[in-house]
Nanobody, 120 residues
Framework: QVQLVESGGGSVQAGGSLRLSCATS????????MGWFRQAPGKERELVVS????????YYTNSVKGRFTISRDTAKNTVYLQMNSLKAKDTAVYYC?????????????WGQGTQVTVSS
């Protein structure tokens, strides 16, 4: 059984940083990608970043390029999201996701989410 457990959310002032972690277990080799989605109040869930477990490719949505970095530790089966220069509009519940590719349709297994609140 695949499990995804997020941690690292919290409250921070604008300009600050947070690092989210997603510990995984039970993954199969065919599930070769991880990502982070977010959902702000009243908005649809959006894919923020994604990465192949091989590290060969990543995706970043335009609004976070240069501020967020996704990385993975294959030995620990953990994916990280380093978020710098946070803005109030980054406030959302962040969900770790697992799947078969970098695009939203292929990331089909979700964690429970962790709240990120950025105050201006």
């Amino acid at each position: 059984q695949v499990q995804l457990v997020e941690s690292g959310g919290g409250s921070v002032q604008a300009g600050g940083s947070l690092r989210l972690s997603c510990a995984t277990s039970g993954l199969t080799d065919s599930r070769n990608a991880m990502g982070w989605f977010r959902q702000a109040p009243g908005k649809e869930r959006e894919l923020v970043v994604s990465i192949l477990w091989s590290g060969a490719s990543t995706y970043y949505t335009n609004s976070v390029k240069g501020r967020f970095t996704i990385s993975r530790d294959t030995a620990k089966n953990t994916v990280y999201l380093q978020m710098n220069s946070l803005k109030a509009k980054d406030t959302a519940v962040y969900y770790c996701a697992d799947g078969y590719g970098l695009i939203p349709a292929l990331l089909d297994l979700w964690g429970q989410g962790t709240q990120v609140t950025v105050s201006s």
